[in-house]
């Protein structure tokens, strides 16, 4: 979809009361998600908009006006159209310094998934790495291997993602923790064999670390190029309890997959706009039988 439609879409929807577009239909579950929150958006991000904590804050607070906040399991396995249930995806330090202590303050359940490799500052996200190379420092003179150095160097100084400690306290503190793969690859561009080992290996992770009593996995990115089969596999295997992937308001083919609605987008949209956006263009989708993704 182009920014043109998008937009006018997003700004059609924005005329009409939440209820009048949401309607009595039956919906998928609500799963709005995020990354971070901090008053000052991190040199190693330029994908997204990160919000500020009363940011954050005011966008919880009418979420919490329109909605109820339940856990994942419930969210999923007796869904409502007045329910939801956030989650934050990569591991990093402020979802334990700052997000979850605004989460418990409100009394909010959420889940944070996590990658292995990231976690205790051991690998630098290469989508980090990028947006480094462009802002911050300075390759020019530098060899491959003196790079990597930069890096390391820029991981131990500035510690972007949760240690190993942190991620099971917010265990203790009753948030779910799931896996978001070893080290964030784009799944369309590696073999599913590769795709099956990245979400049996992240699990295996989060198993032996945060012991969590539902088994779930968010697909790194998006899951386009995740076929049936792979679905088929994972169930069969019992690998999961439930997998996400990030296409919006829309139901899914695969087994106990469900799609996440990602709030901090570039278009720097409110929580009212991507919710009013949400549902007014599975209004328009469902003119065409259009909201399902097939595999």
Sequence with gaps: MNTAVRNLIAFTGSLFPLRVIRGKKTYPPFLPFYHT?????????DQYVVRTEKTFERELDYLLRH?????LKTCIEKPSNRQFHLSFDDGLRECSSVIAPILIRKGIPATFFVCPEFVDNRQLFHRFKESLQKRVIDFSTSTEGDS???FADYLRKQRPFMSTEEIQNLGARGFLIGAHSLDH???AEI?????????????????RVAAPSFRVFSFPFTDVGVQASLFEKLNKDRITDATFGTAGLKHDAAHRHFQRIPMERKQNWGARKVVHFEYFYYFVRSLAGKNTVTR
């Design 148 to 150: 990597e150095t930069l």
């Design 191 to 207: 073999s599913e064999e590769e795709q099956y080992r990245q979400v049996k290996e992240s699990m295996d992770w989060v198993n």
């Design 185 to 187: 690859p784009g799944f």
């Design 67 to 71: 909605y109820r906040a339940v856990d």
């Design 37 to 45: 929150v901090n008053d000052k958006k991190p040199e190693y991000i």
